[in-house]
């Protein structure tokens, strides 16, 4: 199968791109290059620069690289700016997949593996969510990802798997890393590196510590998932969800921790309020994705946190 990695240039997407051309399978990426960057995609993997909701470029791509599944992870994910730009993320999320979707049906383009997100389950009941957890998005960007899913299940003919990303951290290489500022592992090491105190969202809520607990996944395992999700598409017809978590979950202080391991520095911080909406612990369950695709994360949260830092320090693209 030739696989067209929407987004390829990204941080998540351009790990995919490379597993799976680790994996023997030919590689399209197409990038809008708002958030991606060329630096990071393999050699010999052809980047095509453009749009993938625009509907004659993702019609022409399909078409003349002869595309026999798409992996789609082009969309934006910063919750606070989808408070910003509702219709923006519904854009990016929701039409696009929508657009693509619709070009796959025109081109006879048969498989499909969604970029999802663990924000569709919002504030679960219980700490570990499963697939079938009630999904009740907080935000824009929650019920973005949400729509964009019900899409995909709704589209005939198409045999697909969504993937629920929980926290993605780490870089398998020194010039994959993730460059946002926003995310807690960067705050952290800017922290260390100033000596300004992180703030901590919330130190007493209901977890061990009082702190924040997620479950935070090398996305060396996530690009991973891709390549089962991959094979399993391919070699039957699927319609699945699963979710691409390590199953355990690690606090604010945990990370915290680590990263004082890791770099021989202390951490300052101060405590701060907790950030309105948020869940105080989710956790995937990753029950079903170990039994029906056979993965699992390799990799532990100082692995990840090992590799940020050099990423960090190597100033990645």
Known sequence: M???????????????AGALGAAGAPVVILDDLS????RRIPAGV??????????ATIRDVLHRHRITGV???AGSKSVPESFER????????????????????????????????AAVYGRPASHSVAEDTPARPLNPYGHSKLDAERAVANSPGVSWIALRYFNAVGAAADHLGDRGTTNLLPRVFHAVRTGEPLTVAGTDLSTADGTAVRDYVHVADIAAAHVAAASAVGSQRRARVYNAGTG????????IDAVERVTGAAVPWIAGPPRAGDPASVIADV??????????????????VRSAWRCSSAGSP
């Open 71 to 73: 992996m789609h992870l």
């Open 46 to 55: 052809p980047l095509l620069v453009g749009d993938a909701g625009d509907p």
């Open 287 to 304: 029950t079903r994705i170990g039994a029906e695709l056979g993965w699992k994360a390799r990799h532990i949260l100082d692995d990840a």
């Open 2 to 16: 030739t696989w067209l990695v929407t987004g390829g240039a990204g941080y998540i997407g351009a790990h995919v």
């Open 35 to 38: 958030t991606g960057d060329p």
């Open 248 to 255: 355990t979950g690690h606090s604010v202080l945990d990370v």
């Open 86 to 117: 509702p219709q923006w993320y519904h854009r990016q999320n929701v039409t696009v997949v929508e657009t693509v979707l619709a070009a796959m049906a025109e081109a006879g383009v048969p498989c499909l593996v969604f970029s999802s997100s």
